[in-house]
């Protein structure tokens, strides 16, 4: 039991070993999303119904058949004249039944609910891959977010091992007589802001992967992702305007898509609607067996009190049907002139629905298109000031390990350092997340193998 037990837990510290030095990929995290995530899980379950519908109105177009039987019994007694006595009438009767009826004509509408029930389908499938796009899309921003903490956090760590310098190379000079020793209580207390930067840029690291993992809906203890190199010079804007993004993306988007398809249905909708004007014809046809038992009593004369059975009957009736019905419509006390207007009132708002789409979409496209060449610009700038920020503290250092200048102006030097590095790789991401977007309204996947 021991020795069972010891090679339960190993195999437990391995697996959890193992969870916790696995690294996620933008395309693992993508995949398991999209598998596992409950609102796609619930909307493949409508998409589920849907397609049940379609089968359901397929299935009018079938003969309906029912079959019946039945048993009953009947008690009493009546007056025989022949026999000039009160005798006892009991029955049983058995029936059996089989009935058929098809619809023949209906106005259409049967094959016309099909159409709807299919075109529902298409669009509760494109409904779902709208849904899939923006959990994708939430993925890679949260993944990028985590790419970016990462680098600030090194950038924080970096900071560090520069106090350290400075603080080795204050002491020298202090000791030295060429620094007042004010300066190194100054350059030891900037040591300590640096490693309060570090804590605050580990918080913020682990608070994009509690994020991450939480979009993933994965347990978030032991979980990180695969760093990847994204080199900016290859990151390009997808053409000088909007207009060939927009009609790409009007072309593949799935909520254009859907909306067209709402706008097919209402269409089909009217005519539906309508048939209801039109008559309707069906055919049945049915087979009934009856069987019929009777057994009477009569009054013995030597005896009234009982009574004895005088006769035994069986009747056998069997009969055959086959009917053709029309219904035609006279008056519906104005029922299916209002189904026929909410029909296309019904049109027209999935008309309106539909543009509004458009509108929206153009209005995605191009906000992302200048949210894109804004950090094209920003990213621009901060990597020149990046280069001049580095330029000035380079020989800001060196005057300070010559003592030319105090640990106030240095610090000052290097903080303007680090806020432009920290601009950088913040605009760097912001970048990359808005040409994405851009590839992804003109058609090109989010994440590619």
């Known amino acids: 039991m021991k ?15 193992f969870a916790q ?8 995290c993508v995949d398991h999303a999209l598998e596992y995530n409950l609102s796609v899980k619930r909307s493949n379950q409508i998409t589920e119904l849907r397609k049940e519908d379609i089968a359901s109105a397929k299935g009018n177009m079938l003969p309906g058949v029912s079959a019946s039987a039945s048993q009953n019994f009947s008690f009493g007694s009546g007056f025989d004249a022949l026999s000039n006595s009160r005798v006892a009438n009991d029955r049983r009767s058995n029936s059996f039944g089989l009935n058929t009826s098809v619809t023949l004509f209906n106005g259409f509408s049967i094959k016309n609910n099909i159409i709807q029930s299919k075109t529902s389908y298409e669009a509760s499938m494109l409904d779902l891959e ?24 090194k950038i924080a760590q970096a900071q560090i091992l520069i106090s350290e310098q400075q603080l080795e190379r204050t002491k020298e000079l202090v000791d030295a007589g060429v620094q007042p020793y004010g300066n190194l209580l100054e350059v030891e207390a900037t040591k300590v802001n640096d490693e309060n930067a570090v804590v605050t840029a580990e918080n913020n690291m ?70 209801d004007y039109l008559p309707s014809l069906s055919l049945s046809a049915g087979l009934n067996t009856v069987y019929n038992h009777r057994q009477g009593f009569k009054d013995d004369a030597n005896s009234p009190i009982f009574q004895f059975p005088f006769s035994d009957q069986l009747d056998n009736n069997f009969g055959q049907f086959v009917g053709l019905n029309l219904n035609i419509p006279v008056f519906s006390r104005g029922q299916v002139k209002a189904n026929v207007n909410r029909a296309k009132i019904n ?17 995605s496209v191009e906000r992302a298109y200048i949210n894109a060449k804004a950090t094209l610009k920003e990213y621009e700038a901060a990597e020149k000031s990046v280069k001049a920020q580095e330029q000035s503290f380079t020989f800001a250092q060196e005057r300070y390990n010559l003592g030319a200048t105090n640990s106030f102006d240095f610090e000052q030097v290097r903080n303007r350092l680090v806020n432009a590095q920290s601009s950088l790789i913040r605009a760097k991401y912001n970048y990359v997340f808005r040409t994405k977007l ?12």
């Open 3 to 17: 020795t069972r037990l010891s090679v339960l837990i190993a195999l437990l510290v391995i697996a959890t070993s």
């Open 21 to 28: 030095d696995k690294k996620w990929t933008l395309k693992e």
């Open 130 to 153: 709208k849904m899939k796009n923006d959990i994708s899309l939430n993925i890679v921003n949260s993944y990028l977010n985590v790419l970016f903490n990462k680098e600030n956090l």
């Open 206 to 275: 682990a608070l994009s992967l509690l994020d991450l993992s939480q979009l993933l809906q994965i347990p978030n203890q032991g979980f990180d992702i695969e760093e990847i190199s994204i080199d900016i010079n290859s990151v390009a804007l997808l053409y000088n305007n909007t207009e060939e993004i927009f009609s790409k993306a009007i072309e593949n988007q799935p909520e254009i898509k859907s909306a067209s398809l709402a706008l097919q249905n209402s269409e089909m909708g009217i005519k539906i609607a309508k048939a």
């Open 347 to 363: 049109q027209e708002i999935s008309k309106i629905n539909l543009d509004d789409e458009k509108r929206a979409l153009r209005e």
């Open 438 to 449: 851009l590839e992804f309204y003109y058609g090109i996947p989010i994440v590619v193998e």
